[in-house]
T-cell receptor, first 114, second 115 residues
Framework: AQSVTQLGSHVSVSEGALVLLRCNYS??????LFWYVQYPNQGLQLLLK??????LVKGINGFEAEFKKSETSFHLTKPSAHMSDAAEYFC????????????FGKGTMLLVSP | ETGVTQSPTHLIKTRGQQVTLRCSSQ?????VSWYQQALGQGPQFIFQ???????GRGNFPPRFSGLQFPNYSSELNVNALELDDSALYLC??????????????FGPGTRLTVL
């Protein structure tokens, strides 16, 4: 069975500050890990994904995440927050099966203040 | 290239009614998954269709059913609606060809309200 835990249902940062959104996973097989962003009243947009290649993954909009097997973590970071980054962020895990589906965390709402 | 589309955008039903939600997959994608996202929660997997066959199901009762058509579009049907079925229903499509799971692309969702 797979699961994802996102620490902090809400994270508040000032514009220009570092963004750190935490994600820990549990998986009995080598995981594939994803970060999605959801803007209000919209679907999910993929930010980045880890599929067993480089452990540091760069995504869109300046976001990146590092896979740490020893810590079972896949935290999302961005050096400098922008007002447009305010949204809900979901971490998800899937197995390495071609028929696998996504198991999501409960999400973290990122609030950015001027 | 057309992305994943869903219809309708919003829907209001009463308890006990039946509802059908529709999804058009992205061009070239042969796999469609449906997810339920309750307010304040992450999406939960309902089921997945590959080449018109259901090949995965989450922890949802049989009154949640689906179809996939030869053009890979899909329907989600929910019978005997309950108040707890109120949620955003997301459809995602991808190409399945074994090996590394291909990225799932999500539609904008259908907001279902059950009164």
């Amino acid at each position: 069975a797979q699961s994802v835990t996102q620490l902090g249902s809400h994270v508040s940062v000032s514009e220009g500050a570092l963004v750190l959104l935490r994600c820990n996973y549990s998986s009995s097989v080598p995981p594939y890990l994803f970060w999605y962003v959801q803007y209000p009243n919209q679907g999910l947009q993929l930010l980045l994904k880890y599929t067993s290649a480089a452990t540091l993954v760069k995504g869109i909009n300046g976001f990146e995440a590092e896979f740490k097997k020893s810590e079972t973590s896949f935290h999302l970071t961005k050096p400098s927050a922008h007002m447009s980054d305010a949204a809900e962020y979901f971490c998800a895990v899937s197995s390495n099966s071609g028929y696998s589906t996504l198991t999501f965390g409960k999400g973290t709402m990122l609030l950015v203040s001027p | 290239e057309t992305g994943v589309t869903q219809s309708p955008t919003h829907l209001i039903k009463t308890r006990g009614q039946q509802v059908t939600l529709r999804c058009s997959s992205q061009s070239g994608h042969n796999t469609v998954s449906w997810y339920q996202q309750a307010l304040g929660q992450g999406p939960q997997f309902i089921f997945q269709y590959y080449r018109e066959e259901e090949n995965g199901r989450g922890n949802f009762p049989p009154r949640f059913s689906g179809l996939q058509f030869p053009n890979y579009s899909s329907e989600l049907n929910v019978n005997a609606l309950e108040l707890d079925d109120s949620a955003l229903y997301l459809c995602a499509s991808r190409q399945t060809s074994g090996g590394v799971p291909d990225t799932q692309y999500f539609g904008p969702g259908t907001r279902l309200t059950v009164l």
